[in-house]
């Protein structure tokens, strides 16, 4: 039986945002058990587990336990518990956990059968352990700097990125006579594997803390101490930013004093090996003053896994993936001028199949061109290196107009955003910065040439960010063109971040905080009036997020009327489909290979003439609501039709895809009928079989 309008808006099936996430770290989790995968590849995805899990406890955990300190679990306008929802993190993070270790374990007898071996301080041989005696006195002890527990009086300074060892000295003979200490594992500065001596066809690694572990007399000679024990813990702090209001400090001033603030956050989260001895474990937290059973979180050995996404690959190549050389795109291939193609066709660039190079071949190009008059551009995530902005500086330097959008709130970004800012400063580019709660998320570039005495623009519209290391490992698409329709709004766009954010009318791009969160309901509820009309009606949208209630309830109300819907959704997706008589109509899923599915694309059937958009904007409150992203419309008939084929490429998917309903997470669609198929080495096959080969 169909549900009215009225129904869906009060009896909607939403899911809590956080365990979708949780749901969606677990498929990450998924590739490093599959054992389709390469086995140190395996390994790497623990590590991107590790670190995704630290970002989700620094931001989101620790803005619920704000909440729940604030007493307002019970206020009106939260539609979910606080409380509760802590609880079902942390029972739900322990049974991962539980499976994170066994998965470790097997990778490293798995290691064994390739000849790889990792041990620890206890199974090295007489000469290993001179070896590693060597390393540790020239490399490691210059770096070790110990805190003796009963004397420390600042534990705001223990570092929320490092892990540390707690460390009980005591007498075998008189085990009265104990002392504890805590010293920080300096993988910052060195690497956490070390290679030893190989033996025959055996190679060896030792992890940093283990190395520590073996030389800790050394380390504590000048105590009487004959035995030492050693465990690791890790904190998490609280990483949201609370900006100092003073309108006396600038924009810059005050996100660099909350950054500074940041790393004395509230710990959020200790994990700790679960075998540390309770007098032990009791001084830490009382250190720290952890005082709910929630934030402590048992483990094994070793953690901060995110250094395992730089595991070594000990020279044996199919461990790790097969290389995808990066394609150069047909139409800008052996051509002296990208903006010459570019004024005669739109040309969109898929990331990483096709090389990134381009973007920075564009930027400079247009940096030496005497025609250009100005540059401008938004960035979000620059990286720590840059030819995009070297680019930007040298234009600069060649007497361009350069204005540049730089996001100085992009996450865990701050710091990096605030020295580009300053080195582009420095070059005379002109910087503009927003204001707080509003962040400039859309990806432009906008170019003006002078041709033939009048100006021309050329645009990039992007998915993802003007990143050399991201696009390699992100995908995601982007757009040149010369469409005057196209480029003279995102012209408007740029007068937006000058003028304040006045609002302006957009016929062609749609533009948040304006119209998104409008022009995707008015697009769904034109293909609920084509069904009605009998037309044809169907959607396939792809997101990293789907988590606005609003537009969900839309798509309820979308399948209710028999609109066809496919929904590619990486991460959270709060939508249940699949359930009789709400959304029944919905065929959602997610798929987690080796390139992180970036890219927002959304396809609308519009009875027979499919109009597509690319989108720097998921569909979450926060994308509609409190940033600046921008929606453009795909005109190129080429371009469209491979955008859809790409989407269709995804939906055939049976390896790496996993399928959402009401009944089962994060099963994997079932192939057993079908011949095997990898979306991502699909795509890559069909880009590059549009490429000419060379002669």
Same mark, same amino acid.
């Given at each position: ?10 009896? *909607? ?84 956990? $539980? ?42 002890? !210059? ?46 500065? =060195? ?27 050394? =380390?504590?000679?000048?105590? /009487? ?56 474990? $009791? ?22 896994? %995110? ?9 044996? *190549? ?47 190009? *247009?940096?030496?061109? !005497? ?75 906008? +170019? ?6 009048? +100006? ?75 069904? %009605? ?10 997101? /990293? ?87 453009? !419309?795909?005109?190129?008939? +080429?371009? %469209? ?46 880009? $590059? ?7």
């Amino acid at each position: 039986m169909k549900k009215n309008d009225s129904e869906i808006g009060d009896n *909607a099936v939403i899911l809590n945002r956080e365990l979708s996430w949780l749901q969606f770290n677990h498929r990450v989790l998924q590739e490093a058990e599959d054992v389709r995968n390469p086995l140190i590849e395996r390994m790497r995805f623990l590590g991107i587990y590790s670190n995704n899990l630290d970002e989700f406890f620094r931001i989101r955990v620790a803005t619920i336990r704000r909440l729940i300190s604030l007493q307002q679990s019970k206020s009106d306008y939260l539609d979910f518990n606080p409380s509760q929802t802590i609880e079902e993190i942390t029972s739900t993070e322990m049974i991962y956990q $539980k499976r994170f270790v066994s998965i470790f374990n097997q990778l490293l007898f798995e290691l064994q059968n390739e000849h790889v071996f990792v041990v620890d301080e206890h199974q090295l041989s007489p000469s290993q352990g001179l070896f590693v005696k060597q390393y540790f006195r020239t490399k490691i002890r !210059p770096l070790l700097f110990p805190i003796i527990l009963k004397k420390f009086q600042d534990p705001d300074s223990l570092n929320d990125t490092s892990i540390y060892l707690a460390i009980k000295m005591s007498l075998q003979a008189s085990p009265q006579s104990e002392g504890f200490a805590i010293l920080e594992v300096p993988s910052d500065q =060195l690497s956490r594997f070390i290679r030893l001596p190989s033996e025959g066809e055996n190679q060896y690694v030792i992890l940093l803390d283990d190395a520590i572990r073996y030389c800790l007399d050394e =380390l504590f000679s000048i105590f /009487n101490f004959d035995k030492y024990e050693a465990y690791t813990i890790k904190i998490t702090r609280d990483a949201e930013l609370d900006l100092d209001n003073d309108v006396l400090k600038s924009y810059i001033e005050r996100i660099s004093e909350s950054l500074k603030l940041r790393t004395k956050g509230s710990p959020v989260r200790v994990v700790y090996d679960r075998t540390i001895p309770n007098s032990l474990l $009791k001084k830490i937290t009382t250190l720290l003053n952890v005082k709910s059973k929630e934030a402590l979180m048992p483990g094994g050995r070793y953690h901060n896994f %995110k250094d395992f996404m730089d595991f070594p690959t000990f020279d044996k *190549a199919h461990l790790i993936y097969d290389p995808m050389l990066p394609i150069v795109h047909p139409d800008l291939n052996g051509k002296k001028s990208i903006l010459d193609v570019v004024a005669k066709k739109d040309v969109m660039i898929h990331f990483p199949y096709h090389t990134f190079q381009h973007i920075i071949d564009m930027l400079r190009e *247009a940096s030496i061109d !005497p025609k250009v008059k100005s540059i401008k551009m938004t960035i979000y995530r620059a990286g720590h290196f840059s030819n995009v902005i070297n680019a930007l500086i040298n234009a600069s330097r060649n007497g361009i107009n350069v204005t540049v959008y730089l996001e100085l709130q992009a996450r865990f970004s701050e710091e990096q955003n605030i020295f580009w800012t300053k080195k582009l400063q420095d070059a005379g580019v002109k910087i503009l910065h927003g204001i707080p709660g509003f962040k400039v998320h859309a990806k432009l570039i906008l +170019i003006e040439r002078i041709e033939n005495r009048k +100006i021309k623009l050329y645009s990039n519209i992007g998915t993802g960010n003007f990143n050399e290391f991201t696009s390699s490992v992100f995908s995601d698409v982007s757009l040149l063109t010369s469409n005057p329709s196209i480029t003279s709004e995102v012209d408007l766009v740029f007068n937006l971040f000058k003028s304040y954010y006045k609002p302006t009318k957009f016929k062609t791009l749609k533009v948040a905080p304006f119209s998104m969160r409008k022009f995707v309901i008015k697009m769904i509820d034109r293909e609920i009036e084509n069904s %009605k009309q009998g037309k044809e009606a169907w959607a396939i949208i792809k997101l /990293n997020n789907l988590v606005d209630n609003t537009v969900v309830r839309k798509l309820y109300d979308a399948s209710n009327h028999g609109v066809k819907i496919t929904l590619i959704v990486r991460g959270i997706c709060v939508l249940v489909p699949g359930i009789s008589g709400l959304s029944e109509n919905i065929h959602a899923f997610s798929i987690v290979d080796r390139y992180l599915e970036h890219s927002r694309i959304y396809c609308f059937g519009n009875n027979g003439n499919k109009e597509i958009y690319i989108s720097s904007s998921d569909w979450m409150i926060r994308n509609f609501d409190n940033r600046f992203e921008v929606a453009c !419309p795909i005109f190129d008939k +080429i371009i %469209k039709e491979d955008i859809y084929n790409i989407l269709l490429i995804n939906i055939k998917d049976n390896q790496k895809s996993r399928i959402f309903s009401n009944e089962y997470i994060n099963t994997y669609k079932s192939c057993k009928h079908e011949e095997p198929f990898r979306a991502q080495n699909a795509v890559y096959k069909y880009l $590059k079989s549009k490429t000419p080969k060379a002669k």
